[in-house]
């Protein structure tokens, strides 16, 4: 069974620039939620949407967005990058929101 | 503030022996815990989970135990390998959304 798969794997960006990165969840899931994890640090929450409705938000800017699509992908978007959004960003899936599977990530470089 | 927290942020094993990386918890409230394992460039692997109902919860190779009246977890690793060098997660999860602790690095010695 396929797992849970992010694109793209890398990205280069510069500060001011806008970024969407990709998550298809496992098959069956109804849940996303996005991370970003910063190098030495655990993950830290930016979203969950369940059947394509936000149901929950981390302590992140607006300048953070995302959506969940009928086939249950998601997206997630940050405009006007900053040199701290540099971190690797992790999907994870779930039927309902419990049990979270996560995917390899992006790896976002900001220079 | 954090809601879980690692109690050492390495831990050096020898192969063979048994690992045992400790977690605290903050909040009495707090009823489902997940352990994962992040390899280096990877994303987190689930490696077992508990509820708040349950003390103990065995899996291949691995033991979770949860200490509700001192807000405790720990993950038991038995006959560690080369293979078990990683960085270990506890993650609360309240409301769907995980916590993190900041990670224990487990380096297996051979």
């Known amino acids: 069974d396929a797992g849970v798969t992010q694109s793209p794997t890398h990205l280069i960006k510069t500060r001011g620039q806008q970024v969407t990165l990709r998550c298809s969840p496992i098959?069956?899931?109804?849940?996303v939620s996005w991370y970003q994890q910063v190098l030495g640090q655990g993950p830290q929450f930016i979203f969950q949407?369940?059947?394509?409705?936000?149901?929950g938000r981390g302590n992140f800017p607006d300048r953070f967005s995302a959506r969940q699509f009928p086939n249950y992908s998601s997206e997630l978007n940050v405009n006007a990058l900053l040199l701290g959004d540099s971190a690797l960003y992790l999907c994870?899936?779930?039927?309902?929101?419990?049990?979270?599977?996560f995917g390899p990530g992006t790896r976002l470089l900001v220079l | 503030g954090e809601s879980v927290g690692l109690h050492l942020p390495t831990l050096s094993v020898q192969e063979g022996d048994n690992s045992i990386i400790n977690c605290a918890y903050s909040?009495?409230?707090?009823?489902?815990f997940i352990w994962y394992k992040q390899e280096s460039g990877k994303g987190p692997q689930f490696i077992i989970d508990?509820?708040?109902?349950?003390d103990k919860r065995q899996g291949q190779r691995v033991t979770v135990l949860l200490n509700k009246t001192v807000k405790h977890l720990s993950l038991q690793i038995a006959a560690t390998q080369p293979g078990d060098s990683a960085v270990y997660f506890c993650?609360?999860?309240?409301?769907?959304?995980?916590?993190f602790g900041a990670g224990t690095t487990v380096t297996v010695r051979a």
């Open positions: 994870a899936s779930s039927y309902r929101g419990e049990t979270q599977y």
């Open positions: 098959s069956g899931h109804k849940s």
């Open positions: 949407y369940y059947e394509k409705e936000e149901r």
């Open positions: 909040n009495s409230a707090s009823d489902y």
């Open positions: 508990i509820r708040s109902n349950m």
């Open positions: 993650a609360e999860n309240r409301a769907y959304k995980l916590s």
